[in-house]
């Protein structure tokens, strides 16, 4: 089946705008993750949501970023007013329920450049 | 702690020689901890995983050694391929209520052929 896809591929914005990024789990997938990855770096955990639970924000760096997911389906990860330190690729990953043995399975992820 | 703005390390390997990557895991109470490689331009895949009550599992050509004493845990890849030249990241999962999943600062591995 598909896997996690994510949208777009690649953002280009200028210092100041908002933007929002996309993400399609694959279907039936109740958890939901957001990272992000600074160039040549590790995975930042910024956000995940387990079914119908509070999400757990603890990741966000700022009241800049914020995510919404719609029941078990899409998400969306939104920042508002974007800093050049903001540019990386964000990443998605969902994993097909909230137990232990799970891993999780990720989108292409998004490239973000603010200029 | 969580993985946040590190460099990478890097580990150069000689093709068709072995590969042990290591990871320093930072809680003693995570139950379960995967290896995911990741690709340049893509998204981490799964490779291999383990629980906490092992020390040791194989797949093919990989090997996931797991020391709770001392929270580490290595990847061991046997005759190193150029398709194995990857960024390796190690994950463990705890239970807080929810499953959190840390990511350890990933390793790149470059393969000379």
């Known amino acids: 089946g598909a896997g996690v896809s994510q949208s777009p591929s690649n953002k280009v914005t200028e210092k100041g705008k908002d933007v929002e990024l996309r993400c399609d789990p694959i279907?039936?997938?109740?958890?939901l993750y957001w990272y992000r990855q600074r160039l040549g770096q590790g995975l930042e955990f910024l956000i995940y949501?387990?079914?119908?639970?509070?999400?757990?924000k603890s990741g966000l760096p700022s009241d800049r970023f914020s995510a919404e997911r719609t029941g078990e389906s899409v998400s969306t990860l939104t920042i508002q007013r974007t800093q050049q330190e903001d540019s990386a690729v964000y990443l998605c990953?969902?994993?097909?329920?909230?137990?232990?043995?799970?891993?999780?399975?990720f989108g292409p992820g998004t490239r973000l450049t603010v200029l | 702690g969580e993985s946040v703005g590190l460099h990478l390390p890097t580990l150069s390997v000689q093709e068709g020689d072995n590969s042990i990557i290591n990871c320093a895991y930072s809680?003693?109470?995570?139950?379960?901890f995967i290896w995911y490689k990741q690709e340049s331009g893509k998204g981490p895949q799964f490779i291999i995983d383990?629980?906490?009550?092992?020390d040791k599992r194989q797949g093919q050509r990989v090997t996931v050694l797991l020391n709770k004493t001392v929270k580490h845990l290595s990847l061991q890849i046997a005759a190193t391929q150029p398709g194995d030249s990857a960024v390796y990241f190690c994950?463990?999962?705890?239970?807080?209520?929810?499953?959190?999943?840390?990511f350890g600062a990933g390793t790149r591995l470059f393969v000379k052929a």
């Open positions: 990953a969902s994993s097909p329920t909230g137990t232990l043995y799970n891993e999780q399975f």
């Open positions: 809680n003693s109470a995570s139950d379960y």
């Open positions: 994950a463990e999962i705890l239970n807080t209520g929810g499953f959190k999943t840390i």
């Open positions: 949501f387990q079914g119908n639970s509070a999400p757990d």
């Open positions: 279907s039936g997938h109740t958890a």
């Open positions: 383990i629980r906490s009550n092992m």
